[in-house]
């Protein structure tokens, strides 16, 4: 794993992919990134793990008595077998927290618990925050007028479950897409149809 800057060569050969330009039949990055098994991972918005981090992830590989969790990022997440209440399939989505960080950046969770079903999303690790809002509100917000489980990892990745994902979705792109913007608040209120923590109904 290295960082490359703007303009430096990744592959010799020409690979479109995001963030990226071709030239001269070699494959180059566009961004500050971290280069790792060829997959390149763009530096801006990055997560820095955190000890109490809560973080959703999804399981990578089972070696046995240690998950191998995605994390959305350059960091790898392990969880070993007796933090964990029942058996992890390869695929299965986690929310877990953050119980240290060793020399080499991988990342020890634990207190894991299991989201069966839903949907998995990710946004700018640098988003959660607005997308969780102060005390919650924002969050508090999205969950009562989407009706929906929302599960909310510092690290970028999101679980969404219930009969309204869509609008979850399009809810939380919204908070992602204008975080930098004021009356945001009040504009996903409208949007969810909520009011003071309450759906609003037509009497």
């Not at 020409?14 to 997959?39: G, R, S, W």
């Not at 990055?46 to 959703?56: C, H, I, N, R, S």
């Not at 969790?69 to 029942?86: E, R």
């Not at 792109?173 to 609003?200: P, Q």
């Amino acid at each position: 794993m290295k960082i490359v800057l703007p303009g430096d060569e990744i592959l010799d050969r020409p690979i479109h992919m995001e963030n990226t330009f071709v030239e001269n039949n070699k494959t180059y990055t566009a961004v500050l990134a971290m280069l790792h098994d060829d997959k390149l991972i763009p530096l801006e918005g990055l997560w820095y793990p955190k000890v109490g981090d809560k973080v959703v992830g999804r399981v990578e590989e089972d070696k046995f008595s240690i998950y191998e969790i995605d994390l959305n990022g350059p960091y790898s997440g392990l969880l070993i077998s007796k933090f964990v209440k029942s058996p992890l399939l390869v695929g299965d989505i986690i929310e877990a927290t953050v119980k240290e960080i060793d020399r080499y950046n991988t990342i020890i969770l634990y207190k894991s618990r299991k989201l069966y079903g839903g949907k998995l999303i990710s946004v700018k690790p640098s988003k959660i925050p607005r997308i969780i809002g102060r005390n919650n509100t924002m969050l508090k917000q999205l969950i009562e007028g989407t009706k929906c489980n929302i599960s909310v990892g510092a690290n970028g990745y999101i679980w969404i479950k219930g009969n309204n994902i869509h609008l979850a979705i399009k809810a939380i792109t919204k908070i992602a897409k204008e975080a930098h913007t004021g009356g945001l608040t009040n504009r996903i209120s409208d949007m969810l149809g909520v009011k003071n923590g309450e759906t609003t109904t037509n009497s």
